[in-house]
């Protein structure tokens, strides 16, 4: 997987080379200290990963990401954990605190190639929605995945992904649409990049819904719909 560092910090850009250096299925292309360079950089070069700062001078890694092809992953890098809730909201595939550790940031990586895989293979769709499933085509065949099998389903860029008790399926699908085919009386968005299934929850409070040994963040301006529609 072909990979870029943006980051106006040097020590940080070489604290990341390092990193990057120690996994085989990793190729650093290049190393900036700018986004002002990078999007053309993208254009002519396949870039599947990129590991970003945020508070940089000009545009910010936030504002960055949002401008970045659908195709390319990011993993965020900051020294502030302020931003966590927003890197989210752009489908980000992790948030890295500096100083990064060894084992978290190979935890992020195995995330975006297990993403990367997904989106490389992605041959699925969903056909259609009933009252108590989904109809997805993947592989030439219909698979019936019933709602009450779901646990959550997660954005990522155009595609969704469908967490069940036994698997996972990306399908091409934003989580608008696929939300909308639900039933509301079941399953609550929790934030722009989640929605989950009630009979799922383990527990929540006021940040977090706890869904199988995952913990999900809950958008501020989404929570008071949840509460109301869970205890509902």
């Not at 910090?9 to 085989?24: H, N, Q, V």
């Not at 190979?106 to 895989?117: D, E, G, R």
């Not at 996972?168 to 085919?181: E, G, H, P």
Request: negative net charge; charged residues 25%.
């Amino acid at each position: 997987m072909n990979c870029i560092v943006i980051d106006d910090e040097p020590f940080a850009r070489l604290g990341m080379e390092d990193l990057i250096t120690s996994i085989k299925d990793l190729k650093l292309l290049g190393s900036f200290k700018s986004t002002s360079a990078v999007s053309d950089y993208l254009k002519l070069n396949k870039v599947d990963l990129i590991f970003l700062d945020i508070e940089m001078p000009g545009m910010s890694g936030i504002e960055f990401a949002q401008s970045i092809p659908a195709h390319t992953l990011v993993i965020f890098t900051t020294a502030y954990s302020q931003y966590a809730f927003e890197s989210y909201e752009v489908d980000a595939i992790d948030y890295l605190l500096k100083p990064i550790l060894e084992d978290r940031f190979h935890k992020a990586v195995t995330k975006a190639f297990n993403y990367h895989h997904m989106l490389l293979n992605n041959k699925a769709s969903v056909e259609k929605t009933e009252e108590n499933y989904i109809m997805v085509r993947a592989d030439r065949k219909n698979y019936k995945i019933l709602h009450e099998n779901i646990l959550y389903i997660e954005a990522l860029k155009d595609y969704v992904i469908i967490y069940t008790k036994t698997n996972r399926c990306i399908t091409w699908m934003n989580l608008k649409t696929i939300y909308s085919k639900l039933p509301q009386n079941v399953f609550s968005r929790i934030s722009k990049s989640y929605v989950v299934n009630h009979l799922a929850i383990d527990s929540y409070d006021n940040t977090t819904v706890y869904i199988a040994g995952e913990e999900i963040n809950i958008g501020s301006r989404y929570l008071d719909d949840f509460i109301d529609n869970y205890n509902s």
